[in-house]
């Protein structure tokens, strides 16, 4: 058959944005690349893979004759969509949370359980959370080796997450406070010298700040980022009882989660096995040789495609147990180019 | 007697310019306040009390008279001078590293261990680690009704831990940074931007970055200062077996060390239990409600006393254990107001 057709929902925001230039330098393997969005967006001129495209409104009839729609809209939009999508014929790969824990639709991460996208009853297979995904290709590399039974995770979330209004803010901030050398040293003053919190996507300054809050309140005081990060890995995975407690931060960096994991397993583990599996890892490239400053930041990391790690340490006092550093690209690995290996997997299917 | 004579080494220092303002904000248990520094800065004159003071040259006799000696200084050089101080009959509180694990030096936080402070074989007393004492408050208090068994810490510490060149530092990189508002987006972006690094106190761009490294390399990975999060936490607490696992991260925020705390206990926890134990710990503000916006952040707290805690979860799959976020001024109960309070201890003792 000829060349599956791509539909890219979504096209102008964050993610979309980074999806355009992943789709321009990942093999060849789709035919037309259609680019949808918003009716406010429709008309707009975007690039991709060398060619001008004309970004079209999203309705039903937009997913005609195609193979395979991916979404990075808000939930509610792809609560709306993805099923219309499917009902058309289109293999539709969410971003969203929309259905990463519908038991009928699959959430797969291509390093850990590809075997799962081609199961997908509803014709929507689910992309994983961002912070989730940061870690799960270092994650299912040493889970497969060593077989894993609890995570303590601390998260050290960039802005970008929370769309493009992150960044802005972010840079807005700064430029307001750069050039106080004393700001930051007073309680309240970064919350006095910054614009109006009402129009941040935070509930408190971001700029020479980190703020313990991602997603909003679930039961018993958990955010939703933090409940996802512990569900997600468990289906991921497929350890349906697997351990996790996870805090998340945001902190004031533009684009790659970075995140402290405290990983138990059921046999016995060493640094040098775990530097080992990740080595081999295709995707997890290992930056560990503090001696020589060499660990993973985000600002050394983003904007390429790997997971990273770094500070590989045998706990001191908890058996079988591990503390790494792993930083991953939320906008590339954490979403588009983890939704754009999903859609790969589903067009070899096709082509097959 | 007469009110005792306080020395303070290391006047000029980032933590000794915090303990000026604190001294003269105390209880006025002092007669004599004598500043001592380096020969280099001798004959600068500071505030303190309201009164102009001029600062000495270290020197054995500067000692002279002296009852009580605070340390603010390198490790090296608090391990020549505390015992120099001590000989000469003071008590020296020292906030280096060089006596925290002797023995025959107490390692004391007054909520903790106040006790301790009146056996000190070697007239020396020491001040704990910065990030230690940002949760030795909360966690003493839940320790003395919950028994502490074990702790997973990830770190959110400011540049001011690693003295005056931390906020200069992150300063003049937000300074170089500031107005460019695509910096952060491609790999290594920050780092050719920002000033040269051979300059800095970190050993990678701080400004939109976090950066996993604090202190110097030890055996098997680990930084000094997780490991002094753990042996620390276990001289303080006196659990000599207290399981602890920490990973140190430097983060974009001037002063206040932030931690995540994964806190397991030996008898069953509530939330409600451990916020009214904590809201009842005359030195621990609990701010934890999430629905309203209401938590801790460096922002809201530097500059103040208290140990602030917020975000205090049940961990879901982990038996007997609280997810906790927790922020702490690193200069002032990390570091000078901790020594002052050890030291009204020994004015007390001396006064009695």
Redesign the interface.
């Given at each position: 058959m000829s060349k599956p057709t791509l539909a890219v929902v979504g096209a102008t925001g964050a993610v979309g944005t980074v999806m355009l230039d992943i789709l321009s330098n990942r093999p060849d393997v789709w035919g037309e690349i259609r680019l949808i969005a918003s009716p406010r967006s429709a008309g707009k001129v975007l690039r991709v893979r060398g060619e001008d495209v004309v970004v079209q409104a999203l309705s039903p009839e937009a997913f005609d004759g195609v193979d395979v729609a991916m979404f990075d809209v808000p939930d509610e939009v792809s609560a709306e969509w993805a099923p219309i999508a499917a009902a058309r014929g289109a293999v539709a790969v969410d971003n969203s949370g929309a259905f990463r824990m519908d038991p009928d639709v699959p959430l797969v991460v291509p390093e850990c359980n590809p075997e799962a996208a081609r199961v997908r009853p509803k014709g929507i297979i689910s992309n994983p959370n961002c912070t989730t995904l940061s870690m799960m290709a270092a994650m299912g590399a040493l889970h497969r080796e060593y077989g894993l039974k609890?995570l303590?995770v601390?998260s050290?979330q960039a802005v970008s997450g929370a769309g493009v209004a992150g960044?802005?803010r972010l840079?807005d901030e700064?430029?307001a406070?750069?050039?106080d050398?004393a700001?930051?040293?007073?309680?309240?003053?970064?919350?006095k010298a910054v614009p109006d919190l009402a129009d941040s996507p935070f509930?408190?300054?971001i700029a020479?700040?980190?703020?313990?809050?991602a997603g909003s309140?679930k039961e018993?005081?958990?955010?939703s980022e933090e409940l996802k990060v512990?569900n997600e890995s468990r289906k991921i995975l497929g350890i349906p009882d697997?351990?996790?407690?996870a805090?998340c931060?945001r902190?004031?960096?533009?684009?790659t989660h970075?995140l402290?994991v405290?990983a138990t397993f059921s046999k016995p583990v060493t640094?040098e096995g775990a530097r080992a599996i990740l080595d081999a890892a295709p995707t997890v490239v290992v930056l560990?040789d503090?001696?020589a400053?060499v660990?993973?930041?985000?600002?050394?990391?983003?904007?390429?495609d790997p997971t990273y790690v770094?500070?590989?340490?045998?706990?001191?006092?908890?058996p079988d147990?591990l503390?790494l550093?792993v930083c991953g690209d939320n906008l590339r690995k954490g979403a588009a180019l983890n939704t754009a290996e999903i859609a790969e997997l589903v067009a070899a299917e096709l082509s097959a």
């Amino acid at each position: 058959m000829s060349k599956p057709t791509l539909a890219v929902v979504g096209a102008t925001g964050a993610v979309g944005t980074v999806m355009l230039d992943i789709l321009s330098n990942r093999p060849d393997v789709w035919g037309e690349i259609r680019l949808i969005a918003s009716p406010r967006s429709a008309g707009k001129v975007l690039r991709v893979r060398g060619e001008d495209v004309v970004v079209q409104a999203l309705s039903p009839e937009a997913f005609d004759g195609v193979d395979v729609a991916m979404f990075d809209v808000p939930d509610e939009v792809s609560a709306e969509w993805a099923p219309i999508a499917a009902a058309r014929g289109a293999v539709a790969v969410d971003n969203s949370g929309a259905f990463r824990m519908d038991p009928d639709v699959p959430l797969v991460v291509p390093e850990c359980n590809p075997e799962a996208a081609r199961v997908r009853p509803k014709g929507i297979i689910s992309n994983p959370n961002c912070t989730t995904l940061s870690m799960m290709a270092a994650m299912g590399a040493l889970h497969r080796e060593y077989g894993l039974k609890a995570l303590v995770v601390a998260s050290y979330q960039a802005v970008s997450g929370a769309g493009v209004a992150g960044p802005e803010r972010l840079y807005d901030e700064v430029a307001a406070l750069a050039g106080d050398r004393a700001i930051g040293t007073v309680a309240g003053d970064v919350r006095k010298a910054v614009p109006d919190l009402a129009d941040s996507p935070f509930p408190a300054p971001i700029a020479f700040n980190v703020v313990p809050w991602a997603g909003s309140l679930k039961e018993d005081g958990w955010a939703s980022e933090e409940l996802k990060v512990r569900n997600e890995s468990r289906k991921i995975l497929g350890i349906p009882d697997l351990k996790v407690s996870a805090t998340c931060v945001r902190v004031p960096v533009v684009t790659t989660h970075s995140l402290a994991v405290h990983a138990t397993f059921s046999k016995p583990v060493t640094v040098e096995g775990a530097r080992a599996i990740l080595d081999a890892a295709p995707t997890v490239v290992v930056l560990d040789d503090p001696a020589a400053g060499v660990f993973p930041t985000p600002a050394d990391v983003v904007g390429t495609d790997p997971t990273y790690v770094g500070r590989i340490r045998q706990a001191l006092d908890f058996p079988d147990t591990l503390d790494l550093f792993v930083c991953g690209d939320n906008l590339r690995k954490g979403a588009a180019l983890n939704t754009a290996e999903i859609a790969e997997l589903v067009a070899a299917e096709l082509s097959a």
